[in-house]
């Protein structure tokens, strides 16, 4: 992806709509806004402008630049944001990563929380850097409204918090449309390919997503949206 | 990927898994196994060298096909197979894509339809080719489990059937957790970026799935995952 590197103080969103969410959400975080000589002169460019002077954001024209910073064709505006940390609440629904290695992945269930309002997204490392460009765009920008925070084991996340804990797991005894949702709740997903081990089962109430047994197991990024909608969709 | 034509009349499962896969649901399509030197000489491998050696099979030992036929590391088996079409039913449950244009989520939806015993997925041009090798790792092996069919136009496949039409629209006027779900059904799912146009809220019962505004939509298999859990979960 470009010339992204992990321990970088900065990352990049690769495309207009994306770079106009970060200007939007995250704007104290922008610090310069690449312009390539193919984007059109349209609404879009004209709001990016506009916020880049108000907040005094360098816009830097320059085709070179745009293709050393993203692989993907079309890609005719990158914004440059430093990294942030975020606080998570302790006491609020969370959704709980253990291992995810995909940023496709992870960017799809950023933008899932941020779609029904899940505003906590805690991380157990090792694990796949947020701020990897592609977990960025694939979360459409939606990494902007949602709180992460990284933990090196789920024991130290899970010695701040009183939550009811739900893993999500093959071995899980309830099925995901017959519990009984406690509020507030931590969702815990296991890594794509080995998912959630044993010792899961002693965390709280394991639950599984029933299915036929064509398949091992559900899309992670599938499993985490088909959970996230269940417990919230009282509230829609 | 690698050396896969579009045109061509094979296609290639890249992974030992999915190899398998492949010889356990459609050993007749089938022609050829290609195994790196790298690979372990282990159970997966003497199931797949059992089956090609029962079915006349092909196996061929060769470092540089596997890497000229795959671009990911730690691929140590691939198998060829023969494109196949298949017959779709009319008069059952059907998921229904209107040109999905990403092969991965093309790929997950299949999983999910297989998990969710949803056998029959349409699509409708222009999209996705199905068998690229990208479509085939992502479903996990599941696509040899739907049975699929390409269509010119929505209209071509909705004059052969009297399924209840469902489609998936931001515009949609019913909440997909308060539907009345009437089988047989079609679910219906627009492309990534536009999505359905206006002229499918003619079509059926438009459904949204209800979210928060901080996100414009949510991701494309993460909607269809959804969708088809919320229409099949009384059978699980």
Redesign the interface.
Same mark, same amino acid.
């Given at each position: 992806m470009g010339v992204y590197e992990k321990d970088s103080n900065v990352s990049y969103t690769l495309g207009t709509t994306l770079t106009l969410e970060l200007l939007i959400k995250k704007v104290d975080k922008a610090r310069r806004v690449y312009i390539h000589s193919k984007q059109d002169n349209n609404d879009t460019l004209n709001r990016i402008l506009d916020i880049c002077k108000s907040n005094n954001i360098e816009v830097v024209y320059s085709d070179k630049l745009i293709n050393k910073l993203s692989d993907k064709e079309n890609c005719f505006i990158v914004g440059e944001f430093e990294k942030f940390d975020c606080e998570i609440s302790y006491n609020e629904n969370t959704i709980c990563l253990v291992n995810p290695s995909n940023a496709?992945n992870l960017g799809?269930i950023i933008?899932?929380c $941020?779609?029904? %309002?899940i505003k906590n997204l805690v991380i157990i490392e090792p694990a796949v850097d947020i701020f990897n460009p592609k977990v960025v765009r694939?979360s459409?920008g $939606?990494i902007f %409204?949602v709180n992460f925070k990284y933990f090196k084991s789920f024991d130290e996340y899970k010695k701040n918090t009183n939550n009811n804990m739900y893993p999500f797991m093959l071995k899980g005894s309830t099925?995901l449309?017959k519990i009984e949702k406690k509020e507030p709740y931590t969702l815990i997903f296991g890594n794509e390919a080995t998912g959630l081990n044993d010792s899961y089962l002693e965390v709280g109430t394991p639950i599984k997503?029933?299915?036929?047994n064509?398949?091992?197991s559900?899309?992670l990024?599938?499993a985490a949206?088909?959970a996230v909608?269940?417990f919230t969709?009282k509230d829609?």
């Open positions: 496709g799809t933008r899932t $941020a779609g029904f %309002n694939a459409m $939606a %409204n099925s449309s997503i029933m299915h036929s064509n398949i091992d559900l899309n990024d599938n949206s088909i909608y269940e969709k829609f």
